[in-house]
């Protein structure tokens, strides 16, 4: 065992701006998808590294300069984080392919969009400002925006860097501090981030990297009263854990959870379009997307014609390597995730759904699945509920209009849509009446850092990405002026008031700003005779 561990690629944790193994000693080893050799190992941390994180966070927003720091040159350093994101595009994306099994094509677009990321909320740093707000009196009161402390991102292993950027960008342009714990499967693209921070000289302590079990540190983070912030994506039971955990202290919770999102076919859709839509709604990552499609609703009378085309394409992509060209669909991300998708597709055919395609596993090694699809599902079948996350299609046919918005909305989640149809009134009429954070028209799965991302019901809370996602790692504070120079007049009777020589009694109390029509306290008014 040590002679193999000798010939992995040796990672280290980056915290206070040192890169260190667990205070135990403990490691361990990533996987690659595509062949299922452990080709890195990464220190195991624990909770003593935990503590260390954390007090090294609390030291560089308490005490340390980049709260203070002017926004330009926050800015510049997002900006240059960015930068050497896209000067190590193919080697970040090539890591993140070893290690959680994606195309790498699709890695290349994940990496460029989180350099992308960097580059828009530098843009949005320097962007900020307040309000001032016309309040009755002689007052002035305004709001301006502050960081929100130290903030922790705790991100799944489906697009590592692409999460980490959403959280991390956002948190660092608004003056904050953060500690990301990446999924313990997918942790490198993590690490060279934190390297690449390192290289722009971010001070000690205001991004760092920790690795560990979700269990143990990620637990302790989310309890942890010195943490004022937790933006959590992953599944629903582990977001339900963290806001129990997060309760501990009132700390804010961001959560961007599973879906089950329908992907809603009608007749008179662009045939092809739709047929295309559909099968990169599910395949798309392996199935391994939160928003994927997963379920197809179609239109009963274009319903056999649609699933038809649709197995026959399905039947013909081609799964392989991920850094293969010519592969249409790499690996899953893990024995656990092949593991899942078995045992649903047993469940849908247990359930009576009819396997159109698919149903196995590939021999070999590696964990890939045949693209998968059921048809004549019922809504409210287990495949059709669940999320499954991986290759694994429900295929529901609906009458109407109507039919399709109940059956679209006959969910938990509430993540996001899709509505193909040539008909545009029907189209907003639709989406309108989805529930559902993100939808598309005619299209599925593009998304704009610009655009705000998250679900409604147990999709999430909060959002990330464009204003709304700054505002996430921002408080807002309120102050209120006096433009008089004079006490306020409460509690006076029986001193001379200032203004009028006269001494004040019980029989003058009125409200408390009478002459500006505001009742809202009772005193001596200060400028009344
Ligand atoms: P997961 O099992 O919930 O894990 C997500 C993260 O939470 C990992 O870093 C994990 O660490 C950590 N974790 C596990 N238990 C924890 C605990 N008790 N306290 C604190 N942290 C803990 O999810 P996953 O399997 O990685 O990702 C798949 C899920 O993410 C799917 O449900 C998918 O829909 C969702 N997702 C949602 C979005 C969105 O934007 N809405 C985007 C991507 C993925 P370990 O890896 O060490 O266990």
């Known amino acids: 065992m040590a002679t193999v561990q000798q010939e992995l690629e040796t990672h280290q944790m980056y915290i ?55 926004a330009t040159e926050r800015a510049r350093l997002l900006h240059e984080v960015a930068d050497k994101i896209r000067g190590r595009a193919g080697d970040l994306a090539l890591l993140e392919t070893r290690q959680m099994g994606k195309l790498l094509a699709d890695s290349l677009v994940d990496v460029n969009d989180a350099a992308h990321t960097f580059d828009y909320y530098a843009g949005l740093a320097v962007e900020q400002h307040g309000q001032t707000l016309e309040v009755p009196g002689e007052s002035m009161s305004m709001v301006v925006r502050e960081p929100i402390g130290v903030t922790v991102g705790i991100t799944p292993w489906n697009f590592p860097l692409l999460m980490a950027a959403w959280k991390v960008a956002p948190s660092l342009a608004a003056g904050n501090v953060m500690i990301l714990k990446p999924a313990s499967v997918s942790p490198l693209t993590s690490l060279e981030l934190a390297r690449i921070f390192a290289e722009v000289g971010l001070p000690e302590g205001v991004f760092q990297v920790l690795t560990g079990p979700g269990g143990e540190v990620g637990d302790f983070l989310a309890s942890s009263p010195d943490i004022d912030m937790v933006a959590f994506t992953g599944s629903v039971e582990v977001g339900k854990a963290i806001m129990r955990a997060g309760a501990a202290n009132v700390k804010k919770v961001g959560l961007e959870l599973g879906g089950k999102s329908p992907n809603i076919v009608f007749e008179d859709a662009d045939f092809e379009a739709a047929i295309d839509g559909a099968l990169i709604g599910i395949f798309a990552g392996s199935g391994e997307v939160c928003s994927a499609g997963s379920r197809l609703l179609v239109q009963r009378s274009i319903y056999d014609r ?48 009819v396997l159109a395609t698919g149903g196995h ?127 306020l007049g409460v509690y006076q009777h029986g001193k001379e008031a200032p203004e009028t020589g006269k001494v004040v009694s019980l029989s003058d109390r009125r409200p408390f700003n009478e002459e500006h029509e505001s009742d809202q306290w009772v005193g001596y008014c200060r400028n009344c005779g």
């Open 16 to 70: 206070a701006g040192q890169w260190i193994g667990a205070q135990s000693g403990e490691t361990y080893p990533v996987v690659d998808p595509a062949t299922e050799q452990a080709f890195a190992i990464v220190p195991k941390g624990g909770l003593a590294d935990a503590r260390r994180a954390v007090d090294a966070a609390r030291k560089a927003f308490d005490e340390g300069p980049w709260p203070h720091t002017p």
């Open 361 to 487: 596993r590939l021999e070999g090694s590696g964990y890939y699945y045949e693209p998968t699809i059921f048809v004549d599902v019922d809504n409210s079948m287990r495949v059709a509920q669940e999320e499954i996350f991986g290759p694994v299609l429900a295929v529901i046919p609906f009458e109407t209009e109507a039919d399709a918005i109940r059956l679209a909305n006959d969910t938990i989640y509430g993540l996001a849509a899709g509505v193909w149809t040539k008909d545009v009134t029907r189209a907003l009429r639709v989406i309108k009446a989805l529930r559902a954070g993100i939808t598309w028209v005619n299209t599925y799965h593009p998304t704009y850092s610009e655009a705000p991302w998250g679900g409604y019901k147990q999709s999430g809370v909060g959002r990330e990405l464009g204003t709304f996602g700054l505002d996430e790692y921002q408080e807002v504070k309120q102050i209120n002026i006096d433009l008089t120079d004079k006490p």
């Open 306 to 353: 649609f699933v038809g085309e649709l197995v026959s394409r399905a039947m013909a992509i081609k799964v392989g390597a991920p850094t293969d060209e010519a592969s249409e669909m790499g690996p899953l991300v893990s024995r656990q995730q092949l593991d899942t998708t078995e045992r649903y597709v047993k469940i849908g055919r247990d359930e009576g759904a």
